[in-house]
Each structure stands twice: as structure tokens, then as C-alpha cells.
């Protein structure tokens, strides 16, 4: 069966403080995994797409890798921010799925001042 | 603005009544979706299609009918609400599908509530 795990599914962290978050997946024969952002009440915000091809983005303070052979992809933040509090969710499309997502549980962060 | 827009933004409604939620994309995209987020917040596939074509069905009630009148719309009907139905509906839309590696666009999300 193919699933995405997200851990830890909460993290609160100072401001200012380099953080990681984990993505899992159970089959490395995918198409892409994309990284969003969901603020309460909100619909989902696209960070970061990596094509299996790749093994990293960046944009801006994000940084998002890419291991298929051990089904792992990690969201790197640096220097966060308040304003970066919000549940951050990998979704994986596995190859022969038609380009479905499927959706890890999510990480909620919380960034304190 | 260039967007996956859906309406409405909240609906409630009384079970047993029969509701539909529209979805719009102007993004040039062949490929559109319905997600269902859970009261635990999970997203799930419900349908997927491309130009006007069901080409995902992920085993949901019939009473869930999507529509595609052409490759820029998909509309969800649902009859006969039930209480579970409650949740966020989410459209979403992809250049393609099927051996491609595209990434999603997705609407602001209706929040569903059935009393």
C-alpha cells in the first residue's frame, strides 16, 4: 500500500531556529513530491516541487531533498519566522497513480517569539 | 488573477438535501481534482479528471457526482447529505496526468457542514 508518514506531527520551536521536518514514503517508484503549507481555515499553498529526478529545491529560506531509494524527502527551514507557523504537508504522486496526490497527516509548526 | 477558485467558501445545509459546489481553474491546466479534508485533517482523493474525462474515481459514494462541462470547470454534486459528509472539499488543478510529473494548484477549500 502506498503511504506518506509526516513526523514529528508537532513541533514548536523559538524564533530564529534552523528546523527540519520528515516526510516517509513506501514505494520510491513516484513521479514528483511536493511540499505545501496550510494556514488555519485556508487552502493549501505550494512551496516546493521535486520531480524524482531531482534530489533538492530551494526557494528563499526552504530547502526540500529528495532520497527515492530510502523513501525520504526532508523540508529544511532556516532562520524561522512567526509568520512560518503553520501545518506543512508532503504529498507524493506514485508513479502509475494517474497523477494523484497522496497526503502525508502533516506537520503543525508553531515558531514563538 | 490566475487561480484554481471555488464556490462557495462555507455551505450549510440540512441532511438530506441534495447540494453542488463549483470549481473554476484559468491556469491552461487538462487536469482537474476534488480532495476531501477530514475532521483530522487528512486530504484524500475523491475524483480526477482530464479534458472533460473521469479518470479517477477513488471509490466514493455514488451520491457524490462530479462534472466537467469543459477542461477549465469540475463541478461536485452531492445528493442526499449525509452528517459524515462534513469537511473541506478542495479543487485543484495539474497540466496533466499519467506519466507526468506536474504539480498541483489548489483552491481555497469549502467547508461543508451538514446538521
Known amino acids: 500500500k502506498q503511504e506518506v508518514t509526516q513526523i514529528p506531527a508537532a513541533l514548536s520551536v523559538p524564533e530564529g531556529e534552523n528546523l527540519v521536518l520528515n516526510c516517509s514514503f513506501t514505494?520510491?517508484?513516484?513521479?514528483?513530491l511536493q511540499w505545501f503549507r496550510q494556514d488555519p481555515g485556508k487552502g493549501l499553498t505550494s512551496l516546493l516541487l521535486i520531480q524524482s529526478s531531482q534530489r533538492e529545491q530551494t526557494s528563499g529560506r526552504l530547502n526540500a531533498s529528495l532520497d527515492k531509494s530510502s523513501g525520504r524527502s526532508t523540508l529544511y527551514i532556516a532562520a524561522s519566522q512567526p509568520g512560518d507557523s503553520a501545518t506543512y504537508l508532503c504529498a507524493v504522486s506514485f508513479s502509475g497513480g494517474g497523477n494523484k496526490l497522496t497526503f502525508g497527516t502533516g506537520t503543525q509548526l508553531k515558531v514563538e517569539l | 488573477d490566475t487561480a484554481v477558485s471555488q464556490t462557495p467558501k462555507y455551505l450549510v445545509t440540512q441532511m438530506g438535501n441534495d447540494k453542488s459546489i463549483k470549481c473554476e481553474q484559468n491556469?491552461?491546466?487538462?487536469?482537474m481534482y476534488w480532495y476531501k479534508q477530514d475532521s483530522k485533517k487528512f486530504l484524500k482523493i475523491m475524483f480526477s479528471y482530464n479534458n472533460k474525462e473521469l479518470i479517477i474515481n477513488e471509490t466514493v459514494p455514488n451520491r457524490f457526482s462530479p462534472k466537467s462541462p469543459d477542461k477549465a470547470h469540475l463541478n461536485l454534486h452531492i445528493n442526499s447529505l449525509e452528517l459524515g459528509d462534513s469537511a473541506v472539499y478542495f479543487c485543484?488543478?495539474?497540466?496533466?496526468?499519467?506519466?507526468?510529473?506536474?504539480?498541483?494548484?489548489f483552491g481555497s477549500g469549502t467547508r461543508l457542514t451538514v446538521v
Open positions: 514505494d520510491s517508484a513516484i513521479y514528483n
Open positions: 491556469l491552461g491546466h487538462d487536469t
Open positions: 485543484a488543478s495539474s497540466p496533466g496526468t499519467g506519466g507526468g510529473s506536474y504539480g498541483y494548484t
